[in-house]
C-alpha cells in the first residue's frame, strides 16, 4: 500500500460475524492490545491484512465492533489536484448550515475542515443532519473535487468519555473526573498552564498551549474551586489533558487593601511576614491577619462549561451548545 510508506499503520479486516461492542468500548475508552483483537479475530474466523505495524487492526476491528448509540456524519471530499478553499465561504456555511460543527475557529482564524498531513482528502464536512452536508459542500467556494463520500462516524459523541474517582485514572484513559483546585494554575515552558485538584486524590491537569486563549479561562481558578474535568490521560507526566471543564462552584476571593491601624497609636500595623500577622511600629501591639481590611473580589469566570477551541478539539469531543444534532 503506497500511502502505508508516510508512517501509518493501515490494515483492513473483513469477517462475517458482527464484534461484540465491548470491543469498540475498550478502544476508544482504554488501551487493547494487538494480541486481544488477533484473538478476536481468529474467534470469529475473521480475514485481515496489515500494512508496516499490526496496530492497524485495533482501528478496523473497533470499527467493526461499533454499535451507535448517538452517530453524527462526515463528508469527505477528495482530489489530486490544486487545493484552495475560500475563507469567507466556510464561514458563510457555518453561519447558514447550524447542523455543521466544527469548521471553522473564530477565535483563531483557522479554518478546521482541512487535514492537517498530506492527503488525498480535500476537507471534510462534519454535521449531525446527512441532510444537510451535500448543500453545505455546495456552498464553499474551493477548487475542483474529484469525488466526495458521506460516512457515518462517532465523532463529536463524547463516546470515548468515563466518570471516574481519581484514584482510579490510568495513563491513556479518557475521563471525567470531579475535585477541587488544590494547586492553583501555573504556567510552565512552552506556555502549558498547569493545576491539580483533589478528591481523595490528587492529580494534575494541563491545558497545552495549542489551546491557545483557553489557558486564560484556567488561569482564572482559585485554590478551592470545585470543577469537572473532561479529557484524555497522559502517562508521563501523569496528567489531564483537557478538553472541556465544568466550573460547579467557586470560592470568594478577597483582596487586602488596607493594614490595621493600632487602636492606640492610630497608626498603621506593619506585616509581621506572611500569615504572621501586623505589629505597630511605635507601641509594638499586634493585630491578626483577620483583622486587615478587605474586599471580595469579582471573579471573571462564572459557574458554567469552558471548552478547548475548535483548533484543538478531538475528534471524539462533542462541542458545547447545541450544534451537534444526533439522528438515530
Not at 485538584?197 to 482559585?222: H, M, Q, V
Request: aromatic letters at 10%.
Amino acid at each position: 500500500m503506497k500511502n502505508a510508506e508516510g508512517g501509518a499503520n493501515p490494515a483492513w479486516v473483513v469477517t462475517e460475524k458482527k464484534f461484540s461492542r465491548k470491543l469498540y468500548s475498550k478502544a476508544v475508552k482504554e488501551i487493547v492490545s494487538v494480541k486481544e483483537v488477533k484473538r478476536t479475530l481468529a474467534e470469529t474466523r475473521a480475514k485481515w491484512k496489515t500494512y508496516r505495524k499490526e496496530i492497524g487492526l485495533i482501528g478496523a476491528s473497533a470499527a467493526i465492533a461499533w454499535k451507535p448509540l448517538n452517530r453524527t456524519y462526515e463528508l469527505l471530499t477528495y482530489t489530486h489536484g490544486e487545493k484552495f478553499i475560500e475563507k469567507e465561504s466556510v464561514i458563510k456555511m457555518d453561519t447558514l448550515f447550524p447542523s455543521t460543527f466544527n469548521n471553522y475557529d473564530y477565535e483563531n482564524d483557522y479554518i478546521a475542515l482541512l487535514p492537517h498531513s498530506p492527503s488525498p482528502v480535500f476537507y471534510g464536512i462534519r454535521g449531525g443532519d446527512v441532510g444537510e452536508l451535500k448543500k453545505a459542500m455546495e456552498m464553499l467556494e474551493t477548487s475542483e473535487v474529484e469525488r466526495w463520500i458521506i460516512y457515518e462516524t462517532n465523532q463529536a459523541t463524547d463516546e470515548h468519555l468515563q466518570r471516574k474517582k481519581i484514584e482510579e485514572v490510568k495513563p491513556y484513559e479518557s475521563v471525567i473526573v470531579k475535585g477541587k483546585v488544590e494547586k492553583e494554575p501555573f504556567t510552565i515552558e512552552g506556555g502549558h498552564v498547569i493545576f491539580s485538584i483533589s478528591n481523595g486524590a490528587e492529580i494534575d491537569c494541563a491545558a497545552y498551549e495549542p489551546t491557545k486563549g483557553f489557558r486564560n479561562i484556567i488561569k482564572e481558578l482559585k485554590k478551592g474551586d470545585e470543577v469537572v474535568v473532561y479529557g484524555g490521560v497522559r502517562a508521563k507526566p501523569f496528567t489531564i489533558n483537557i478538553e472541556k471543564i465544568e466550573v460547579k462552584k467557586l470560592v470568594d476571593v478577597y483582596k487586602k487593601v488596607e493594614n490595621p491601624i493600632c487602636k492606640k497609636c492610630k497608626k498603621h500595623m506593619k506585616s509581621i511576614g506572611k500569615g504572621k500577622g501586623y505589629k505597630c511600629p511605635k507601641c509594638g501591639a499586634k493585630a491578626g491577619e483577620n483583622e486587615a481590611k478587605y474586599v471580595k473580589i469579582e471573579r471573571k469566570i462564572k459557574p458554567r462549561f469552558y471548552e478547548v477551541p475548535v483548533i484543538a478539539r478531538r475528534h471524539l469531543a462533542k462541542p458545547l451548545g447545541d450544534r451537534v444534532i444526533y439522528q438515530l
